[in-house]
């Protein structure tokens, strides 16, 4: 069964520096999804993307951070000046539809991210 | 007040229980999703309704969307099944899910 693959499974970096997470999704899914998960709470949203363009964001997803479908590919994600509160594990998804008529999402197995 | 809420927070049981997952929203839904999100924290879809009744194994989804209710319930419940279960609806005002804040599961042998 295909999969979203998401590397790497683990990045620690240092504050201030820029990371770049990337995913795989499934090839012919049309929506993206990033989230993210601080240790111990809730999955939080953070954008979606259709259409390559960012379709929706949460007041997370601020200026430091930006997304990418750089090839037909990959989908990334950009942290330019990390924070020890971005250490979190970060979840890629994604959706062969969205709107109108909806199917599952599927995950990757996550990043998780440590600013030191 | 959070728009999809689930209960229980926790829950413990033994192997072999009957467990029951509670999720309300107050919003108009065009799809419902049950997650599962394991200790690892890998998380994987389980189901995707938006009326009656789907099952799969031991798992079991049902929805009123009248009521705006939805139960997960797991049979013969097994020490594996240990994991954080989140419901999650589709809106159609919105791309994104509105997520619950999950239901901890532990089964004890």
């Known amino acids: 069964e295909p999969e979203v693959t998401q590397t790497p499974s683990h990045q620690v970096t240092q504050m201030g520096q820029e990371v770049i997470l990337r995913c795989v999704p499934i090839?012919?899914?049309?929506?993206f999804y990033w989230y993210r998960q601080i240790l111990g709470q809730k999955v939080e949203f953070l954008v979606s993307?259709?259409?390559?363009?960012?379709?929706?964001k949460s007041e997370i997803f601020d200026d430091q951070f930006s997304v990418e479908r750089p090839d037909g590919s990959n989908f990334t994600l950009k942290i330019r000046s990390t924070k020890l509160e971005d250490s979190a594990m970060y979840f890629c998804?994604?959706?062969?539809?969205?709107?109108?008529?909806?199917?599952?999402?599927?995950f990757g197995n996550g990043t998780r991210l440590t600013v030191t | 007040k959070n728009e999809v809420e689930q209960s229980p927070q926790n829950l413990t049981a033994q192997e072999g229980e009957f467990i029951t997952i509670n999720c309300s929203y107050s919003?108009?839904?065009?799809?419902l999703h049950w997650l599962q999100q394991h200790p690892g924290g890998g998380i994987v879809s389980l189901f995707m309704?938006?009326?009656?009744?789907k099952k799969h194994g031991r798992l079991i989804a049902t929805i009123n969307i009248q009521e705006k209710h939805s139960s997960l319930h797991i049979t013969a419940s097994h020490p594996r099944d240990s994991a954080v279960y989140i419901c999650?609806?589709?809106?159609?005002?919105?791309?994104?899910?509105?997520w619950g804040a999950g239901t901890k599961l532990i089964i004890k042998p």
């Open positions: 998804a994604s959706r062969e539809t969205g709107t109108g008529t909806y199917s599952p999402l599927h």
């Open positions: 090839s012919n899914h049309l929506y």
């Open positions: 993307f259709y259409n390559n363009e960012i379709s929706e």
């Open positions: 919003v108009g839904i065009s799809a």
């Open positions: 309704l938006s009326s009656g009744k």
């Open positions: 999650a609806v589709d809106t159609y005002s919105n791309y994104q899910l509105i």
